[in-house]
């Protein structure tokens, strides 16, 4: 009975070295599979270009002020830049009203009699002249301050696109001619990876004192506000095989 016991756990412990076995040479052709042997060159193309935005989104910050013992009220200054907005042809879904809470505070006025509301708009301009022209109709003294948002491009997704295209060209050809250097051949891309690396021009906040000139003719005021320069950079990393 002894004798048989023995022979029956070497049989187990057997049967479990086969079975580990398998496994592992299983694991090791699996994993001989995966590895990829092609002969491959990984190369970098780079695409820049810049553009000058054509949007710009500002926010105009218009404060209620005392001309002496008379009050200057925001609704009037309001008025003068709903009026200045129309006459530019600017349209209305271009036009809106960011903060409607410090003007409308009845408890701020109970509290301090002195206190002069403020109000904040959002406007997005797509021409320069329109936007000091607008400015100039506006009481110099009633505007609190200028905020540039943000700028864009209006064909901005197309530009990206192709520029996206010309980078990834320009790591194909070198690749190709590096290649060509050594007698070898380009194959067909194994990998590719995008980079951006655009940059955009900072949001500036402009004082009206900065910004605005009374002028006693109602042209135009001036405006150091400018449209700079969207630098768009876009890498491409990218993986080809060479083939013989």
């Known amino acids: 009975m002894h004798?048989?016991?023995?022979?029956t756990s070497n049989k187990i412990q057997m049967k479990k070295l086969f079975i580990l076995a398998a496994l592992l040479a299983t694991t090791v052709g699996a994993f001989a599979q995966n590895v990829d042997l092609r002969r491959k060159i990984e190369v970098t193309g780079i695409a820049e270009q810049e553009v000058t935005p054509d949007i710009i989104n500002v926010t105009i910050?218009?404060?209620?002020?005392?001309?002496?013992?008379?009050?200057?009220?925001?609704?009037?200054l309001e008025d003068q830049l709903e009026k200045a907005v129309k006459d530019a042809g600017i349209p209305a879904s271009d036009f809106t009203v960011n903060n409607v809470s410090a003007w409308n505070n009845t408890y701020q006025k109970k509290k301090a009699p002195d206190f002069l509301a403020s109000k904040q708009y959002g406007l997005r301009v797509r021409d320069l002249?329109?936007?000091?022209?607008i400015m100039s109709k506006i009481d110099p003294k009633?505007?609190?301050?200028?905020?540039?948002?943000?700028?864009?491009?209006?064909?901005?997704?197309?530009l990206k696109r192709d520029l996206k295209i010309k980078a990834l060209l320009a790591a194909r050809d070198k690749?190709?001619?590096l290649l060509a250097a050594l007698g070898e051949k380009l194959g067909g891309a194994i990998n590719i990876t995008e980079s951006d690396n655009s940059s955009f021009p900072q949001p500036r906040v402009y004082a009206n004192t900065m910004m605005?000139?009374?002028?006693?003719?109602?042209?135009?005021?001036?405006?150091?506000?400018?449209?700079k320069t969207i630098k768009l950079n876009f890498q491409i990393q990218a993986v080809f095989e060479i083939v013989k």
């Open 175 to 177: 690749a190709t001619y």
């Open 129 to 133: 002249n329109k936007f000091n022209q």
């Open 212 to 227: 605005f000139k009374a002028s006693a003719d109602n042209n135009v005021g001036d405006s150091d506000i400018s449209f």
């Open 61 to 76: 910050s218009l404060q209620e002020y005392m001309d002496g013992k008379k009050h200057i009220a925001i609704n009037d």
């Open 142 to 158: 009633g505007i609190q301050s200028t905020n540039i948002e943000s700028y864009d491009y209006s064909k901005m997704a197309d």
């Open 3 to 7: 004798v048989t016991l023995v022979i």
